[in-house]
């Protein structure tokens, strides 16, 4: 009996020794290969044995950080809003149907490299391991990850290309068949505001003769919404080893450096997208579109999308249309029409993914080959000394003889595209004379200076982008700059001057100095005149002149017109000049209205504020906040700080503009410091919630920790995923 007893025993510890690992059982064993050192500041710095288990242990940190942010955005990109906040998001979750369905989406995934499909499958388990491991944390919508989510959320950007297709167009075209307005532009789609603040960012490399230690160094500076990409350093032994920002959600760093290349990427105003008017029949229940001399079916494909209601979800059935353009996604007039745009997930994915291991200029540019980077610019440096800029990657050839800006006759074969243009075709520099170059979603025609590309050696849809004030600046900067190290490479990135204003502000004052009456105008009009035109805390011609400026917009004109277009020799004549005096005049009254007294510091007026780490921050008057001294890009600052009033408040606060920046020194050793708006957590109970806040308003920097031994050196906390204590 003792002896079959001992036999069972074996024989179930061998059957149990042969059982198959669970899913669990692999996150687990995943953990223990990925070590997560949090710093002085909360920064994660991730190192795993293989990229996917930093990846893995990537995807695990940013959840603990914000997971709600990780998850947003994929139940938007993933087509799944509406089941978060009902019947109003469905065309957005349509939009994204339109383009990749779920089942075209797990099909890119089967199409991929073995090693990006490790990496999607590393992205899916760091998420779905930090869920099981958190059980207090309840998904909203999505309950399990998987590894072709990524294959919708390509590029660093959450909204990217497809934003500029209006769901209010889709809606009527798939709700009532029916055609809307061409826009201002002469199209259908979506173009930024002029009077909202501008969106974007900052990128300046300088070479190795402008700075004190004769290395190349790098600004990486994107204007983005605040909390929009957290800070992070993500290390593998198989050559990893990349840091800065990565949009949350996201298994790749977007804007950063490893020890060799650093990269920053600007919005971009290159012509990449293309509407394509079709002219279609009904015929015997099926859809056809002209091409050429033949018929050609549209494609119908049916998708049903769930969506909340205070009964629970429902459900609503749609048929979608796709030519060979692309999918239908509006009317105008009598014509259906199918946009266009890059839509190629496994490279882009490749592409972003690439870029962050690379070693010099070499390899970043046979990188760029790949194309599939649509709508960004980039600014680059390396530790070899080179810098460069790319103006775009992903560009459609076209035939010259039509006017892409505006929707074409899909019906004709010579409108499609050709291809698309190589990087060699495109708007490239490379170490230019005047050792810098740099783009703030500007024209690339001033990029480097007298040594800029010329716009006529171009096709004009690879380069429609003005000038702007934020480019004028950085280049008055760049051209007085020299022997720079990282800490006055922050001052000229700070540099406090508004040139808009140099412009506007004079002729205000000339214009009071006539026509100015009372006694607050006279005042007002005296601070105006000793104003050196720098914006600070104290400034309270910066609280004017900003107030004047959306004032003065909404009167006469954008005031991007000032740079190009537009002189100000009008502001000479007696009824304009008298107008303006009115226009300034409304502003002080309002500024009393809003304030008590028009004669306000600028800090007391334009605020940062972090009450909670909700997605969408509500702001309040009486509570604390931190004056800060910063400017808006919209006038020509270069520390773009975006602030606006918010529901319930008279105050501006601060949402987007500076968000992550990094300055970055290569040489034998990287050299760099950065800063985060707010800090690291969403959580208001960390001690990184608002560690930052102060040294943003103060553009005091801190140093980055990249090596071993200094991240050992700050080390606030060391666990492995599931194991923090």
């Not at 090693?115 to 992205?123: G, I």
């Not at 010259?400 to 698309?420: C, E, H, I, M, R």
């Not at 920790?705 to 194991?723: D, H, L, S, T």
Request: aromatic share 14%; with cysteine; hydrophobic share 35%.
């Amino acid at each position: 009996m003792l002896r079959s007893t001992f036999f069972l025993a074996a024989f179930l510890s061998f059957v149990f020794a042969c059982k198959a690992p669970t899913e669990i059982d692999i996150w687990e064993a995943q953990a223990e290969r990925v070590e997560i050192i949090r710093d002085d500041f909360g920064v994660p710095h991730i190192y795993g044995k293989t990229d996917a288990d930093a990846v893995f242990g990537l995807l695990y940190a940013q959840c603990e950080d914000d997971f709600r942010r990780v998850e947003r955005n994929y139940i938007w990109a993933t087509g799944r809003l509406a089941e978060l906040e009902g019947e109003e998001a469905l065309y957005s979750d349509l939009r994204a149907n339109l383009f990749m369905t779920e089942a075209e989406a797990k099909a890119a995934y089967e199409k991929a490299p073995d090693w990006l499909k490790e990496l999607c499958q590393a992205f899916a388990d760091g998420v779905n391991y930090y869920l099981h491991t958190h059980p207090e944390v309840e998904p909203q919508v999505i309950e399990r990850y998987e590894p072709w989510f990524p294959m919708y959320f390509f590029e660093g950007s959450i909204g990217g290309d497809i934003e500029q297709i209006p769901t209010s167009r889709i809606r009527a075209f798939y709700e009532e068949n029916k055609a809307l307005a061409y826009s201002d532009f002469g199209d259908g789609l979506n173009h930024p505001d002029p009077y909202e603040e501008p969106k974007g960012s900052n990128g300046i490399a300088i070479r190795g003769d402008m700075t004190a230690s004769g290395n190349a160094m790098l600004l990486i500076n994107p204007h983005t919404s605040f909390y929009f990409r957290p800070e992070v350093h993500v290390v593998s032994e198989e050559g990893l080893n990349a840091y800065g920002a990565v949009t949350w959600g996201q298994f790749f760093v977007y804007q950063g450096f490893n020890e060799k290349t650093g990269w920053i990427h600007t919005s971009t105003r290159v012509d990449f997208i293309d509407e394509f008017k079709q002219e279609v029949v009904e015929e015997n229940g099926k859809y056809f579109y002209q091409y050429g001399d033949e018929k050609r079916e549209l494609e119908e494909v049916p998708v049903t999308l769930s969506y909340k209601t205070s009964e629970g979800l429902k459900t609503k059935d749609f048929t979608m249309y796709r030519t060979h353009q692309g999918p239908i996604t509006h009317k105008l007039e009598d014509n259906w029409v199918a946009t266009r745009i890059n839509w190629d997930p496994v490279n882009a994915l490749i592409q972003s993914y690439t870029r962050t291991k690379l070693d010099n200029y070499e390899e970043f540019r046979e990188m760029m080959d790949i194309r599939t980077n649509s709508s960004n610019n980039t600014v680059f440096a390396d530790a070899e000394g080179n810098i460069a800029y790319f103006h775009g990657n992903f560009i459609p050839k076209r035939d010259p003889q039509y006017d892409y800006s505006k929707p074409v006759d899909g019906s004709d074969p010579a409108t499609d595209w050709q291809g698309l243009h190589t990087v060699d075709e495109s708007i490239t520099i490379l170490n230019p004379p005047t050792n810098w170059i740099q783009n703030c979603n500007s024209t690339p025609f001033t990029a480097a200076g007298p040594f800029s590309p010329k716009a006529e050696d171009y096709p004009f849809y690879m380069a429609p982008d003005q000038e702007n004030f934020r480019g004028i600046h950085a280049v008055d900067v760049l051209s007085k700059a020299e022997n720079l190290d990282l800490d006055s490479f922050i001052e000229l990135a700070y540099d406090p001057v508004i040139p808009a204003f140099q412009r506007l502000i004079p002729a205000l004052v000339n214009a009071l100095e006539k026509y100015g009456k009372n006694t607050d105008l006279m005042a007002a009009k005296e601070i105006l005149k000793a104003w050196d035109f720098k914006t600070s805390k104290e400034s309270e011609a910066m609280t004017l002149a900003h107030f004047y400026g959306i004032n003065y917009q909404r009167q006469f004109r954008d005031l991007n017109d000032l740079v190009e277009n537009e002189t100000l020799e009008s502001h000479s004549q007696a009824d304009v000049q008298k107008q303006m005096v009115q226009v300034f005049e409304e502003t002080l009254e309002q500024l009393k209205e809003d304030f008590g007294t028009w004669n306000l510091a600028w800090g007391q007026v334009n605020r940062f504020q972090r009450l909670s780490g909700d997605i969408d921050l509500k702001y309040d008057d009486d509570k604390p906040f931190i004056p800060i001294g910063l400017a808006s890009g919209r006038w020509g600052a270069l520390a773009s700080y975006g602030a606006s009033q918010k529901e319930g408040t008279k105050a501006l606060y601060g949402s987007s503009g500076n968000s992550f920046v990094a300055v970055v020194e290569f040489g034998e050793k990287v050299k760099a410091k950065s800063i985060l708006a707010g800090g690291q957590s969403s959580d208001p109970d960390s001690p990184h919630f608002l560690d930052q806040a102060q040294r943003y308003a103060d553009a005091n920097f801190k140093d980055v920790a990249f090596y071993r031994e200094e991240v050992e050196k700050r080390m606030e906390e060391r666990y492995q995923p599931g194991r923090r204590k």
